[in-house]
């Protein structure tokens, strides 16, 4: 079955810790995106992928980076510079640009950093 | 202004009843707009979307759209228990940026 697969469900770190999330999705679609939610919130966008090595900054990129060294994998990193990184992290994918493609979603990270 | 706004909800309704969702959006350059729903502590799941003006049906979901208005709505007929979930309403920027709304919270009475 195709689809999108994010580990761990549950993470918990210590305050100052770096942290990566881990993103793989065999749909072979081109783009990638990294979004974060919080409780009673919309989802605001960190980054996203086009192509392979090549990433945007999306709307909160601050206290986080990503790499995309393969199509199927678009890991995120939620560094210890991010101020409240306690959130629930979605990954997705898009087959194209999202005019004619609709965003697919992972089951989700949900990280606590105490 | 946000991008995106929906009725903030919660929105509850009778079995059997319609459930009828509104988002409205700023940037009229939008083309392409998404409904999803969102059960308590899971990922979000896309259940429509629409390009064109007018409506699109799909099962028991009819989404609505007006351009000129501004607005894109979510009519749920015959409501079921299982359609209790938050719905977020999400609105192209550019081609590969999505802006979502808050999400409208749902709970079907039985």
């Known amino acids: 079955d195709g689809g999108i697969t994010q580990s761990p469900k549950y993470l918990f770190r210590k305050e100052g810790q770096n942290v990566t999330l881990s993103c793989e999705q065999n749909?072979?679609?081109?783009?990638m995106y990294w979004y974060r939610q919080d409780p009673g919130q919309g989802l605001r966008l960190i980054y996203y992928?086009?192509?392979?090595?090549?990433?945007q900054k999306g709307d909160i990129a601050e206290g986080y980076s990503v790499s995309r060294e393969k199509k199927e994998s678009f890991p995120l990193t939620v560094t210890s510079a991010q101020k409240n990184p306690t959130a629930f992290y979605l990954c997705?994918?898009?087959?194209?640009?999202?005019?004619?493609?609709?965003?697919?979603f992972g089951n989700g990270t949900r990280l606590t950093v105490t | 202004q946000k991008e995106v706004e929906q009725n903030s909800g919660p929105l509850s309704v009778p079995e059997g009843a319609i459930a009828s969702l509104n988002c409205t959006y700023s940037d009229r350059g939008s083309q392409s707009f998404f409904w999803y729903r969102q059960y308590s502590g899971k990922s979000p799941e896309l259940i429509m979307f629409?390009?064109?003006?007018g409506d699109k049906e799909d099962g028991r979901f009819t989404a609505q759209l007006n351009k000129a208005s501004q607005y894109v709505s979510l009519l749920i007929r015959d409501s079921q228990p299982s359609d209790s979930a938050t719905y977020l309403c999400?609105?192209?920027?550019?081609?590969?940026?999505?802006?979502f709304g808050a999400g409208t919270t749902v709970t079907v009475r039985a």
């Open positions: 749909l072979n679609h081109d783009a």
């Open positions: 629409i390009y064109s003006n």
């Open positions: 999400a609105v192209n920027v550019n081609d590969y940026k999505l802006s």
């Open positions: 997705a994918s898009a087959s194209d640009r999202l005019y004619n493609s609709p965003l697919h």
């Open positions: 992928s086009q192509i392979v090595n090549d990433f």
